[in-house]
Structure formats: structure tokens, C-alpha cells
């Protein structure tokens, strides 16, 4: 497998398996609930309200999103990198118009399957399809969760993932499941947010509700940090693990520019635990 982190060393060791290209763009982690039995680990986000999320950003997302672009873009770029060619492909979640719009015969996919858990935004991403004349790439749309992934076993030979995946409650299940989609010799690509995302956001929610209330609890959800982010790949079973960090500043006029922001990109709170003081 192969990743990349930006800004820290890339390793990598060599063995027959899919490989892993984690592009980690500064990460979070879904529930789990199976024949109404919910699981013993801990659920961090809602999923259910992340669905409503997504359903309502396909209504207030911009054709066009300058931040979403740039990491679709280097997301893309690593398969110039691979001399392999991907007859078959999954996009998981996330950013899933973008993905498409700028993947401009990246790979030589021939068949892509464009799956999220929100219907309105693979609604989005059909529509757009119509707009996209200059691709000959059979795609399909899919209604699923990353977290329960439907499809089956060494059926894809690549896994896209463009600012999705930090969503899932169990990071490494879902990747241990995106693995097992992987035909041998498949490549697992994924940017997800992590490290400093934020920071300045976070230390003013911490600031202020310590003045106010003494105390602090999650408003900012939990992200992976450089460290972790080789062992992720590595306990889900993947070789040739890399890592590759990119930091973007944009800057915003106000909080509430800021706010409207995450709004449009479905990335306001999901975080179901809170410490009441």
C-alpha cells in the first residue's frame, strides 16, 4: 500500500497487497447498529444527522469550492503517480462532485461508482453528470454508508475517499472494509481532515466556554493526528503505507462567514457526546 503525509517522511515496505495512498489534508472518526443491537464502541458522531447534513449541503453547495478543489486536485494528482491503471472504481462519501468534475481520465477508470449515504447528494452528483460530455467512464450512484459498505470482496481496483472519511465512529473498520473491496494490488486514496484543523476555532470555543460555564465539552469534533495516521493504515491491514500532510490557510472576514462555511460543506458539529457542567 502506498500514502502520503506532506511535511513528514514518507515510508514505505514492500509486499503483494492493495496499496494505500492516505492523503491526510488535515481526521474524525460512525455508529454502529446492527438488528437494533447497538455497539459497545463508543459513538462520537451521529450518523443519522450526518445524512440530514448532506442532504441539506446539496442544496447550499457551490458549484465550485475553492478549498474543496485544491484537495480533490492533489487527492487526483497521486494517480499520475501510478504507471497501474483502475478499470474499476469506488468514491466514497465526501466531496463526490468535485471528485468527478476534476478527475479528467485520471487512472484510465472505465467503470465508477459514486456511493454516499445522503440520496440528495448522489442526486447532485447525477445531475452533474449530465454536464460531464468529455469522459467516456460508465458510472453508477449508490445510497450506502462507509461504515457498512456494500460491496463486495476484490470487486474495485481503486477506493477514492475525498474528505469523508473522518465522519465514520470506527475509522479502522471502515478502512479494513474499503481494503477488503480491493482487488490484489488495488490502491486505497483518501484525503481526510486532521491535525491543527481549526485551531483557532477550537481554543476560542474552549476560551470562551471556560469563562462562561467554568468548564469545557467537545465543539469541535476529534482529529487525527500525524502519528496515528501510518498505524491506521497498518492495522487495517494495508502495505507500502505512506503518508503525506498539506496545510491550507483560508481566511474568513468573520465567525459567521466561517459558520456558513461549514454549513455549505456539511462540516457543522455531529459530536453526540457532551460534558454538561
Not at 53 to 67: E, G, I, V
Not at 211 to 221: A, Q, T, V
Request: proline share 3%; aromatic share 8%.
Amino acid at each position: 500500500m502506498r500514502g502520503l503525509y506532506r511535511r513528514s517522511s514518507l515510508w514505505r515496505t514492500r509486499r503483494e497487497a492493495p496499496h494505500s495512498l492516505f492523503f491526510f489534508s488535515n481526521a474524525l472518526c460512525t455508529d454502529a447498529n446492527i438488528d437494533g443491537v447497538q455497539s459497545s464502541r463508543i459513538k462520537v458522531f451521529d450518523r443519522h444527522f450526518r445524512r440530514k447534513q448532506l442532504d441539506r449541503a446539496a442544496w447550499l453547495m457551490r458549484s465550485k469550492d475553492s478549498f474543496v478543489d485544491t484537495v480533490a486536485e492533489n487527492l487526483l494528482d497521486r494517480l499520475e503517480d501510478c504507471k497501474k491503471t483502475f478499470p474499476a472504481a469506488l468514491c466514497l462519501g465526501g466531496q463526490l462532485e468535485a471528485v468527478r468534475r476534476l478527475l479528467r481520465g485520471r487512472g484510465a477508470i472505465e467503470k465508477l461508482i459514486m456511493m454516499s449515504v445522503s440520496s440528495d447528494m448522489v442526486e447532485l452528483c447525477r445531475n452533474a453528470e449530465r454536464e460531464l460530455h468529455t469522459e467516456n467512464i460508465e458510472t453508477s450512484f449508490m445510497v450506502g454508508d462507509e461504515e457498512f459498505l456494500p460491496v463486495k470482496e476484490n470487486s474495485v481496483d481503486l477506493v477514492l475517499s475525498c474528505l469523508g472519511l473522518h465522519w465514520t465512529n470506527d475509522l479502522p473498520g471502515a478502512m479494513i472494509q474499503c481494503r477488503l473491496a480491493l482487488k490484489p494490488d488495488g490502491l486505497f486514496l483518501a484525503a481526510i481532515l486532521g491535525g491543527e484543523t481549526l485551531r483557532e476555532l477550537r481554543i476560542a470555543c474552549t476560551v470562551a466556554q471556560m469563562e462562561r460555564e467554568g468548564g469545557i465539552s467537545p465543539r469541535i469534533s476529534p482529529l487525527a493526528q500525524v502519528r496515528d495516521a501510518g498505524n491506521l493504515l497498518t492495522r487495517a491491514g494495508f502495505t507500502l503505507p505512506g503518508v503525506d500532510v498539506d496545510e491550507f490557510v483560508v481566511r474568513y472576514p468573520s465567525g459567521e462567514t466561517l459558520w456558513l462555511m461549514l454549513l455549505g460543506r456539511s462540516m457543522s458539529q455531529l459530536i453526540c457526546l457532551f460534558v454538561q457542567f
